[in-house]
């Protein structure tokens, strides 16, 4: 089994509709990380989590929301999505330290109609 | 702030080619640099990394040094094989002023004839 899972894989939407990402690890690890990927714009980071009660914006967290549920799960919500949030979305995971890999989930591809 | 720039893409080479994927980087304290790789239909995965100027970083025949001189952190593959078609991105981490977070590049996408 995977290390770090997302589902939906693929979801198509509507303008306006609320939509949930979500990510879970059996890593054991204690961080976890909301990207974006859009062509040519290489991977930006939305939320980041260093454990259960620390949550922090990243680059781009305009339009998002996310919950850290568990230290294995963490969630990416759109409120009220809009076409410009189509994206592929990937989560990741890392323990402590800038020396160290982060692990990246297969992704999310959203499609905002 | 952080910051990370590749060479642009798309790059197509045949098999056995040498391969040189450019990326510099601007950092304000010492960072730790990685290549990170994107098969198509997957998550990105760890290819090499750097924590300090002058190491290099080597796996599956690519490797790259930290130039902290040139503020560079090339890729080179001696031989590519159609399997290294993918995407490869740069990054880099800084403890000090980021967290720990990850700066990536744009992604350079590489395509290897036979």
């Known amino acids: 089994d995977a290390d770090v899972t997302q589902t939906p894989r693929n979801r198509i939407t509507k303008t306006g509709k609320r939509i949930m990402l979500e990510c879970s690890q059996t890593k054991g690890h204690d961080r976890m990380y909301w990207y974006r990927q859009d062509p040519g714009l290489g991977l930006q980071l939305i939320y980041y989590?260093?454990?259960?009660?620390?949550?922090n914006k990243g680059e781009i967290s305009d339009g998002y929301s996310v919950s850290r549920q568990a230290q294995a799960k963490f969630s990416l919500s759109l409120e009220s999505a809009i076409p410009n949030q189509t994206a592929l979305y990937f989560c990741a995971t890392s323990v402590g330290g800038a020396r160290n890999e982060q692990f990246f989930g297969p992704g999310t591809r959203l499609t905002v109609l | 702030g952080n910051s990370v720039t590749q060479m642009e893409g798309p790059v197509t080479l045949s098999e056995e080619a040498f391969l040189t994927i450019n990326c510099t980087y601007t950092a304000t304290g010492y960072p730790s640099l990685f290549w990170y790789v994107q098969y198509p239909g997957e998550g990105l995965q760890l290819l090499l990394k750097a924590t300090k100027a002058d190491d290099k970083g080597s796996n599956k025949g690519f490797e790259a040094t930290y130039r902290k001189e040139t503020t560079s952190f090339h890729l080179e593959k001696g031989s590519v094989q159609v399997s290294d078609s993918a995407v490869y991105f740069c990054?880099?981490?800084?403890?000090?002023?980021?967290?720990?977070?990850?700066?990536f590049g744009e992604g350079t996408q590489l395509t290897v004839n036979p």
């Open positions: 989590s260093f454990d259960v009660k620390d949550i």
């Open positions: 990054a880099l981490s800084e403890r000090e002023t980021s967290g720990s977070r990850l700066t």
